[in-house]
């Protein structure tokens, strides 16, 4: 793997944590839980993260 495909796939975990996060916090949000809550949540979403879906997504087909 090259610094350019590195560099790509870190991009696309970076990306997917933001997206997890976001989801999480809006879950949280919606149900009700405070700020604290919700931060908490949106962290246990970047923990939960499927790390290979993300690495397999950015495979070459």
């Known amino acids: ?21 976001l989801a999480g916090h809006e879950e949280a949000a ?3 839980l405070c700020s ?7 962290i246990s979403a970047i923990q939960m993260l499927d790390l290979q879906a993300v690495v397999d997504s950015a495979a070459p087909d």
């Open 36 to 42: 604290e809550g919700a931060l908490e949540a949106a």
């Open 1 to 21: 793997m090259n610094d350019d495909e590195r560099l790509a796939l870190a991009a696309r975990v970076r990306d997917a944590c933001i997206a997890a996060a």
């Open 30 to 32: 919606i149900a009700g």
